[in-house]
């Protein structure tokens, strides 16, 4: 069965840092294209950042220069990073895949997320 | 501020058919046929319903469809179901524009 479980969400204060983990079972990530989206508390969706079967990555403006992508391959586990967190990175952290072997925007087999809640 | 503009809410009697609109522009929806459709239930995360404008993924029923004319897609959700109450979101691919892929701002469905 294909499963995604993300980990890693909690509390934390402004300016601290997090690592959020997102374990994949059922298939290898390695021939994926994973994303991390997340949704801030009775709002809407919000593509944050996404890391192609290579190194290639893209972040949204809001995230730059502040979180990083990367995966594990030998443990099929995809982080997310993330610095200088701020009140509005608040939200519900989603990994998916892309139902493609490339790169479509399309977003397959989400997990149950994790909660970051950023505040003092 | 989405990119993606969607309808607030939508609702429709058991058995009815509704549609929700989705409107972009040239660089997102009107430029790529990779336009998805997700839905999620409260505290649940979002599950892929339409992808690619008009493909359902393996055991999404056949009462769900897509479109696209120009800049804007429509899901069309035939025979209400009580559980179809939930929230939809429409996405589209956006190229190696900023963000890389954009979301609407989603439609609460009341099945009345």
């Known amino acids: 069965e294909v499963q995604l479980v993300e980990s890693g969400g909690g509390l934390i204060q402004p300016g601290g840092s997090l690592r959020l983990s997102c374990s994949a079972s059922g298939f290898s990530i390695n021939n994926n294209y994973m994303t991390w989206i997340r949704q801030a508390p009775g709002k809407g969706l919000e593509w944050v950042s996404l890391i192609y079967t290579g190194s290639t990555t893209y972040y949204a403006d809001s995230v730059r220069g502040r979180f990083t992508i990367s995966r594990d391959n030998s443990k099929n586990t995809l982080y997310l990073q993330m610095n200088s967190l701020r009140a509005e990175d608040t939200a519900v952290y989603y990994c998916?895949?892309?139902?493609?072997?490339?790169?479509?925007?399309?977003?397959?087999?989400w997990g149950q997320g994790t909660l970051v809640t950023v505040s003092s | 501020q989405s990119a993606l503009t969607q309808p607030p809410s939508a609702s429709g009697s058991p058995g009815q058919s509704i549609t929700i609109s989705c409107t972009g522009t040239s660089s997102d929806v009107g430029g790529y046929n990779y336009v998805s459709w997700y839905r999620q239930h409260p505290g649940k995360a979002p599950k892929l319903i339409i992808y690619?404008?008009?493909k359902r993924p393996s055991g999404v029923p056949d009462r769900f469809s897509g479109s696209k004319s120009g800049n804007t897609a429509s899901l069309t959700v035939s025979g209400l179901q009580a559980e179809d109450e939930a929230d939809y979101y429409c996405s589209s691919y956006a190229g190696n524009n900023n963000p890389h892929v954009v979301f609407g701002g989603g439609t609460k469905l009341t099945v009345l």
């Open positions: 998916a895949r892309d139902i493609n072997f490339y790169d479509s925007g399309t977003y397959y087999g």
């Open positions: 690619e404008v008009n």
